[in-house]
């Protein structure tokens, strides 16, 4: 029988937690996870990346929870850890997006080589194969929000499913690309996939 938690403060469930009782830190997911996602989507206006963030945030409490020293309450820790996540994720992209800039306007006429192309050829090959395994309805939101360029909502309607499906479908499908692609340098792979989507 799950234990109730409901008179336990947010920082007498996490020491539960650090003594590894995964109870206790199902208790403080179910706690936190709305409120940082709200928190991380009013940040980064993607619903995925918030998710994904917040998803990541939670995992590395539990992984790290023995060498945690909380000097503040539990809530301020866990908001101040997103903030400096997404604060490292908006200095990343702007470090990408500066770097395929200056690929994109500097190598106008660049031509690759064999080896280039090569590697490009099998970029695609990888990218197709690994949507061919994704799950039939987590492949078609995948396409329809790539290709055909469609809003969450728009994908909805069309499937006849809810946004929150379709968040659910696009997350799982970008781990999967990200994971049989992880070799891959990550501007390439993003500059590449937005062109072989378009």
């Not at 990541?56 to 996540?85: A, C, D, G, M, P």
């Not at 069309?158 to 799982?172: A, D, F, P, Y």
Request: with cysteine; hydrophobic share 40%; proline share 1%.
């Amino acid at each position: 029988m799950r234990q109730d938690f409901s008179t336990y403060t947010d920082e007498e469930v996490f020491l539960l937690v650090k003594q590894g009782d995964s109870d206790a830190f199902e208790e403080i997911f179910r706690r936190f996870w709305q409120e940082l996602l709200d928190a991380a989507y009013r940040r980064v206006k993607v619903q995925e990346t918030a998710m994904e963030m917040v998803q990541s945030l939670l995992v590395n409490l539990y992984l790290k929870r023995e060498t945690i020293v909380l000097r503040t309450s539990l809530r301020n820790y866990l908001h101040i850890s997103l903030k400096n996540k997404v604060l490292n994720a908006v200095r990343a992209e702007l470090v990408r997006n500066n770097y395929q800039q200056h690929v994109l306007t500097d190598n106008s006429n660049y031509q690759p080589d064999a080896a280039s192309l090569l590697q490009l050829k099998e970029l695609q090959e990888q990218i197709e194969a690994s949507c061919a395994d994704m799950p039939e309805k987590c492949r078609e939101v995948f396409y329809l929000s790539r290709k055909e360029h469609l809003s969450y909502q728009d994908i909805a309607k069309r499937l006849g499913i809810s946004v929150n499906t379709v968040e659910k479908h696009m997350v799982k499908a970008l781990k999967i690309l990200r994971s049989r692609l992880k070799e891959y340098n990550f501007t390439l792979f993003c500059f590449l996939v937005t062109q072989l989507f378009k």
